[in-house]
């Protein structure tokens, strides 16, 4: 099996920043895309940023300039690092990843509660 765990969800401030983590454990071979998507109330759920296994990053353009993704190849950790904050950005941020495992799976993080206050 092969599964994701978010970490550094929490409560701040307008204009703050938060750090996400995300680290995919079980047994892997590659992972290609690492991607985070977010989850507001009464919304869909939004790709915000994805990365390739090569580094080539792609921003959702509400986000872009204010945050910024980055992975680990060797750790199989992908961080989006939140900075200037609003409270639009106010949401359960999700981890995905493309990974080679046994088979090609498609898997999700549990999510992580983002919390922008004005």
């Known amino acids: 099996q092969v599964q994701l765990v978010e970490s550094g969800g929490g409560l701040v401030q307008a204009e703050g920043s938060l750090r996400l983590s995300c680290a995919a454990s079980?047994?892997?071979?590659?992972?290609?895309?690492m991607g985070w998507y977010r989850q507001a109330p009464g919304k869909q759920r939004e790709l915000v940023a994805v990365?390739?296994?090569?580094?080539?990053?792609n921003y959702a353009d509400s986000v872009k300039g204010r945050f910024t993704i980055s992975r680990d190849n060797a750790k199989n950790t992908v961080t989006l690092q939140m900075n200037s904050l609003k409270p639009e950005d106010t949401a359960v941020y999700y981890c995905?990843?493309?990974?080679?495992?046994?088979?090609?799976?498609?898997?999700w993080g549990q999510g992580t509660l983002v919390t922008v206050s004005s």
């Open positions: 079980g047994i892997i071979f590659s992972i290609n895309d």
């Open positions: 995905k990843a493309r990974v080679e495992s046994t088979r090609y799976l498609e898997i």
């Open positions: 990365i390739t296994k090569g580094g080539s990053a």
